[in-house]
């Protein structure tokens, strides 16, 4: 039970209709049909897909609605943000998309190096078809907030610089093709053949297969917490952390936070907003030690609480109650008054936040499948 009980539990979050008997969950407007309808039709002239994927939840962030589109394209999986991912598990997922046949790279879509190297799998993947055609289109999917503008500009970037005439254009025309009635914009990436990525603005929103995997999106951010709620996205992440265990390996942190209790005498006040000293801060005390404190009290607050326990965490209402107990250890560590209305929200804000930006450390959500056999 333990966490897929804390999972189930509550079932109607808001507009996204989780229930428990699980099954698809559309929780997108109407319109958002049309879009992935113009979306299908790009994909028929795309030479190649590179499907953008977070790399903290490699199959839970596939789109479900174009994935046996995509299955009969030239795919490359880009999987994004690996800065924020274990890199050992990272590798495994990898492992296994090779042995599932299907061409995958982890990426920083900030990073130019990062970019030219996928650009380059792009470029060998189009060679075997270079002789038919003088003009491939490449087209870049994937479901929200896991990159793909990121990635699109920092193909810009590198096109631009490699074809300075589309600068001025800000866009490369591709065409007329054959089929379609007008031309589509892209960026020009290479040259004999021409080499070009459509650039696709919109957003593709997917239908949710399970409550798990909703649960996963919201949490690397690619559905809008407010349609889940932050609080119950932070009881899912304390879920996850406490059923893995992950807090035991902060045990080396109680011993720096004492280091750091002892050596602190004035305490300043603290902006709640921005995580930021309010008033000025001593001059030995820089913003970025002042976050790496806010983390190790966070952390060994974790540690505290868990190492602790005595119930079950395979049981529903000890992963609960621990979980509460949490709550109340991270609004201390947080320094969130405890008299302030919303305080639960904001300690569930800021909680999200330092996992979101990396500072608990790098994550995989999504377990790892069995290796599917090499024919």
């Known amino acids: 039970m333990g966490l897929k009980g804390v999972v189930k539990k509550g079932m109607e979050l808001g507009e996204m209709a989780f229930n428990k008997d699980g099954g698809v969950i559309n929780w997108f407007p109407g319109h958002m049909a049309a879009a992935t309808r113009a979306i299908r039709q790009r994909l028929k002239?795309?030479?190649?897909?590179?499907?953008?994927?977070?790399?903290?939840?490699?199959?839970?962030?596939?789109?479900?609605?174009?994935?046996?589109?995509?299955?009969?394209?030239?795919?490359?999986?880009?999987?994004?943000?690996?800065?924020?991912?274990?890199?050992?598990?990272?590798?495994?997922?990898?492992?296994?998309?090779?042995?599932?046949?299907?061409?995958?790279?982890?990426?920083?879509?900030?990073?130019?190096?990062?970019?030219?190297?996928?650009?380059?799998?792009?470029?060998f993947k189009l060679k075997e078809v270079i002789s038919r055609e003088p003009t491939l289109l490449v087209m870049v999917v994937g479901v929200p907030n896991v990159g793909k503008s990121a990635l699109i500009n920092s193909i810009h970037q590198i096109a631009s610089s490699r074809f300075p005439v589309q600068e001025k254009k800000k866009r490369a025309t591709v065409g007329p093709l054959p089929g379609v009635t007008q031309d589509i914009a892209g960026y020009k990436i290479a040259h004999q053949p021409s080499i070009y990525v459509l650039d696709t603005p919109g957003i593709l929103?997917?239908?949710?297969?399970?409550?798990?995997?909703?649960?996963?999106?919201?949490?690397?951010?690619?559905?809008?917490?407010?349609?889940?709620?932050?609080?119950?996205?932070?009881q899912y992440l304390l879920a996850v952390l406490n059923t893995r265990a992950t807090p035991l390996h902060w045990k080396h942190l109680n011993k720096k936070m004492e280091e750091i209790n002892s050596a602190s005498d004035g305490k300043p006040e603290y902006d709640l907003k921005d995580?930021?000293?309010?008033?000025?801060?001593?001059?030995?005390?820089?913003?970025?030690?002042?976050?790496?404190?806010?983390?190790?009290?966070?952390?060994?607050?974790?540690?505290?609480?868990?190492?602790?326990?005595?119930?079950?965490?395979?049981?529903?209402?000890?992963?609960?109650?621990?979980?509460?107990?949490?709550?109340?250890?991270?609004?201390?560590?947080?320094?969130?008054?405890?008299?302030?209305?919303?305080?639960?929200?904001?300690?569930?804000?800021?909680?999200?936040?330092?996992?979101?930006?990396?500072?608990?450390?790098?994550?995989?959500?999504?377990?790892?499948?069995?290796?599917?056999?090499?024919?």
């Open 275 to 375: 995580l930021r000293p309010r008033r000025r801060k001593p001059a030995n005390v820089s913003d970025v030690q002042y976050v790496e404190d806010i983390v190790t009290a966070v952390q060994r607050a974790l540690y505290g609480t868990l190492s602790e326990f005595n119930g079950n965490l395979e049981d529903e209402n000890d992963l609960e109650c621990l979980i509460e107990e949490q709550f109340e250890e991270l609004q201390k560590a947080l320094k969130i008054p405890h008299k302030a209305s919303e305080a639960r929200l904001m300690v569930s804000k800021k909680f999200l936040t330092l996992f979101r930006t990396g500072k608990l450390g790098s994550f995989v959500l999504d377990d790892v499948p069995e290796a599917k056999p090499v024919s």
């Open 45 to 123: 002239l795309s030479d190649l897909v590179i499907e953008v994927r977070d790399a903290r939840i490699p199959l839970s962030s596939a789109h479900e609605e174009l994935q046996s589109h995509l299955s009969a394209k030239r795919r490359v999986i880009a999987l994004n943000k690996k800065d924020l991912a274990n890199p050992n598990i990272l590798n495994k997922w990898v492992r296994y998309f090779e042995s599932c046949k299907q061409d995958c790279l982890p990426i920083n879509a900030h990073s130019r190096s990062s970019v030219r190297k996928l650009l380059e799998l792009v470029e």
């Open 205 to 234: 929103v997917p239908s949710i297969p399970n409550l798990e995997t909703g649960l996963k999106l919201a949490l690397a951010g690619s559905v809008k917490d407010s349609v889940v709620g932050e609080e119950r996205i932070a």
